[in-house]
C-alpha cells in the first residue's frame, strides 16, 4: 500500500523543487540589475527597514548581520524593492507566516514609526501577526500614516484577531490606495467617514471584524470601487441612498450584518454588479422592481432576512438572464413561483426554501439547463410536483422540497425500468399523491399514470442526454471572481498534478 503512494509523492517533489528553482531565478534577476557588487540603498533607508521589521519579528532580529544588502544579494522573503534615482528603495513589505522562511511576528509585535520612514512603500501587508487580544492587543497606528500617503497603494491586514480598536481617521490621506483590506481581526468602533476621501480605492474589505453603526454614506462617492465587502460585522441601519453612485461597482457583499430598511432603488444603477449578497439581515420592504437594473447580476443572494416579505411575481426575472445563484431562502416570500423564472437558462442555484410560496412549482423549472441545485422545501406549495424521476435521480438532495404538506409527486410506485428504482428516485420528503385522495380515480387511472410515467422517462432520457452536452457551455463558478480566483487555481493545479500523476 505504501508503495502506491510513491510516484505522486515523487512527483509532487519535482513540481516543488521545479518551482523553487524558478523562483530563485527570479529573485536573482533582480539582484543582478546591478551587478554583483551590492545595490546601493540610502543608509537611512536601510535602517529604518531593520527597525520597522524589527517592530514585528522582535528584538533578536539583527537586520544589518543577517541581511547586510537587503534590495541586492540577501534578499530578505517578504521585502521588495524598486530602485529611484538609482538607489533601491521598499516599495514592498509582506509580514506573517506566507513561506517557511517569511518573517514570522513576536508576542509582543507592533507598530514603530520607522514603517513610515520607508519613501517609497507601495504595498504593506500583515497578515496573522497579532494574534493575542486580551494579552498584547495592537492597535492601527494613527500617527503618520500621511508620510505615506503619496505612494502607498495597498494595505491588507488580514487574520489579525489581536489587532483591535478602530480604524484611525488619518488612513483617509491616503489619495492614492487603491486596495484597503483589513478581513478578520478583532477592530471596532464604526466606520470612519473619511474611508470616503480614499478615492482611488478599487477593492475595500472590511469584513469579519466587531465594526458598529451605519454604513457611511460617503462611501457612494469612490467612484472606481471595484469591490465592497463588508460582510460578517454588525453594521446597521439602511443601506445609504448614495450607494446608486458606486456604478462601476462589480461585487456588494454586505451579508451577516444587522441592516433594516428597505432595498434602495438606486441599487438599480449597479448595471456592472455581478455580485450582491445582503444574505444574514433584516432587510423589509420585499424585492424592489429596479434590481431588474442589475443586468449583469451573476448571484444575488438575499437568504435569511425573514423580514424582507414581498413576491417574486413582481420581477421580469428575464430581465437578470445572467443569474446563475439566487438564494430567496427564508425570505418571508409570498405567492407563487412565476413562470418566468424558468427562463433564466443559466441558473445553477435556485434557493426558495423556508418561506410561504403557494401554487404549483412551475415543470420547466426541471429542464433548466444548468440547474444543479433547487430547494423549495419548507414552503406551502400544493398539487403535483411534475418533474420528471430523472430529475430527481440527478439532483439526489440537491433538490428539496419536503415540509409542503400538500405537495406530492406521480411516480409510479413499482420499478418501471431495468434501470431506475422509483423508489430512489423519489423525491425526498414528498408523498406520491394519493389516488384515494381522488374521486374519480380508478385502477384504470393508475395505469394511465404509470404508462404516461413512462413515457415522460424515456423522452426524460434523451433529454438528459441533451443536458449533459448543454451543460458543457453552463459557466462554472470562480471564472473571474477574484475571491473565488484563488480557489480556482488551486483546482487547476491539483488537476494538473493529477493529470501528471495518471500519465506516468
Ligand atoms: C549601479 O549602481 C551605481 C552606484 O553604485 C549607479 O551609479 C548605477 O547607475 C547603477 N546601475 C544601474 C543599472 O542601476
Ligand atoms: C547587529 O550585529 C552587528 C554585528 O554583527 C553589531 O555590530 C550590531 O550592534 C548588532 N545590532 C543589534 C541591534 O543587535
Ligand atoms: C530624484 O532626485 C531628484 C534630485 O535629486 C529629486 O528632486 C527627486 O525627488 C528624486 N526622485 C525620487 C523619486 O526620489
Ligand atoms: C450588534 O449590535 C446590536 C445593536 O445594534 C447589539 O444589540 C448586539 O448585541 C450587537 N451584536 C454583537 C455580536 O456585537
Ligand atoms: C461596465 O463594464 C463595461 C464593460 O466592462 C465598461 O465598458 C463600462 O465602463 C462599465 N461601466 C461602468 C459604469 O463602470
Ligand atoms: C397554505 O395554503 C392554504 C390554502 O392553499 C391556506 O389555507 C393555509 O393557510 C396556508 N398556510 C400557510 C402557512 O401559509
Ligand atoms: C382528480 O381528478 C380530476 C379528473 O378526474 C382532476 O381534474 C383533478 O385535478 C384531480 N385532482 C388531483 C388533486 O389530482
Not at 477592530?187 to 458598529?212: A, D, M, Q, Y
Not at 451573476?298 to 443569474?323: F, Y
Not at 424558468?342 to 420547466?364: I, V, Y
Request: charged fraction near 15%.
Amino acid at each position: 500500500m505504501k508503495m502506491s503512494f510513491g510516484p505522486p509523492l515523487c512527483f509532487l517533489i519535482v513540481l516543488l523543487l521545479l518551482s523553487l528553482s524558478l523562483l530563485s531565478v527570479s529573485c536573482r534577476g533582480q539582484e543582478q540589475e546591478n551587478g554583483s557588487s551590492g545595490a546601493p540603498m540610502e543608509r537611512r533607508e536601510q535602517e529604518a527597514l531593520y527597525s520597522a521589521i524589527q517592530g514585528f519579528v522582535g528584538r533578536w532580529w539583527n537586520g544589518s548581520d543577517l541581511y547586510p544588502d537587503p534590495c541586492g544579494w540577501t534578499p530578505i522573503q517578504g521585502v521588495s524593492c524598486d530602485l529611484y534615482n538609482g538607489s533601491w528603495y521598499v516599495s514592498a513589505l509582506n509580514i506573517g507566516p506566507v513561506y517557511e522562511n517569511s518573517l514570522n511576528c513576536a508576542q509582543d509585535a507592533g507598530f514603530t514609526h520607522h514603517l513610515f520612514e520607508l519613501k517609497h512603500l507601495t504595498t504593506l501587508s500583515i497578515y496573522s501577526c497579532f494574534l493575542s487580544p486580551h494579552q498584547s492587543p495592537v492597535r492601527i497606528s494613527s500617527f503618520s500614516w500621511g508620510a505615506l500617503s503619496n505612494t502607498l497603494e495597498s494595505v491588507e491586514f488580514r487574520s489579525n484577531p489581536g489587532l483591535v480598536g478602530m480604524i484611525p481617521t488619518s488612513i483617509g490621506s491616503l489619495k492614492h490606495l487603491q486596495s484597503l483590506i483589513l478581513l478578520e481581526n478583532g477592530l471596532t468602533g464604526p466606520l470612519p467617514l473619511e474611508l470616503g476621501n480614499l478615492i482611488s480605492l478599487k477593492r475595500l474589505v472590511l469584513s469579519s471584524n466587531g465594526f458598529v453603526g451605519q454604513i457611511p454614506p460617503a462611501l457612494g462617492g469612490l467612484s472606481n470601487l471595484l469591490i465592497l465587502d463588508c460582510s460578517r460585522n454588525n453594521l446597521s441601519g439602511p443601506l445609504p441612498l448614495t450607494f446608486g453612485g458606486l456604478t462601476t461597482l462589480l461585487k456588494l457583499d454586505l451579508s451577516n450584518n444587522n441592516l433594516d430598511g428597505s432595498l434602495p432603488r438606486e441599487l438599480g444603477n449597479m448595471r456592472n454588479l455581478t455580485l450582491l449578497d445582503l444574505g444574514g439581515n433584516k432587510i423589509s420592504g420585499g424585492l424592489i422592481e429596479d434590481i431588474q437594473g442589475m443586468v449583469s447580476l451573476k448571484e444575488m443572494v438575499m437568504s435569511n432576512n425573514p423580514t424582507l416579505r414581498g413576491e417574486l411575481a413582481g420581477i421580469e426575472w428575464t430581465n437578470l438572464e445572467d443569474l446563475e445563484v439566487l438564494d430567496l431562502s427564508n425570505t418571508g416570500l409570498r405567492g407563487h413561483i412565476p413562470e418566468s423564472m424558468t427562463q433564466l437558462k443559466r441558473l445553477r442555484f435556485l434557493g426558495l426554501s423556508d418561506n410561504s410560496l403557494s401554487g404549483t412549482p412551475p415543470p420547466k423549472l426541471a429542464s433548466l439547463p444548468c440547474i444543479s441545485a433547487l430547494y423549495l422545501n419548507g414552503n406551502n406549495l400544493t398539487g403535483q410536483l411534475d418533474f420528471p424521476g430523472t430529475f430527481f435521480s440527478k439532483m439526489g438532495r440537491r433538490f428539496g422540497a419536503w415540509n409542503n404538506p400538500s405537495l406530492c409527486h406521480r411516480l409510479p410506485l413499482t420499478p418501471s425500468s431495468s434501470s431506475s428504482s422509483s423508489g430512489a428516485d423519489a423525491p425526498f420528503g414528498v408523498r406520491p399523491c394519493s389516488r384515494e385522495g381522488n374521486a374519480s380515480s380508478s385502477s384504470n387511472h393508475v395505469g394511465s399514470s404509470l404508462s404516461i410515467a413512462k413515457i415522460s422517462e424515456g423522452r426524460d432520457d434523451l433529454h438528459w442526454d441533451l443536458q449533459v452536452e448543454v451543460s458543457v457551455g453552463c459557466p462554472s463558478r470562480g471564472g473571474d471572481g477574484s475571491w473565488w480566483g484563488s480557489r480556482g487555481k488551486v483546482t487547476m493545479a491539483l488537476v494538473g498534478v493529477a493529470l501528471i500523476v495518471v500519465f506516468v
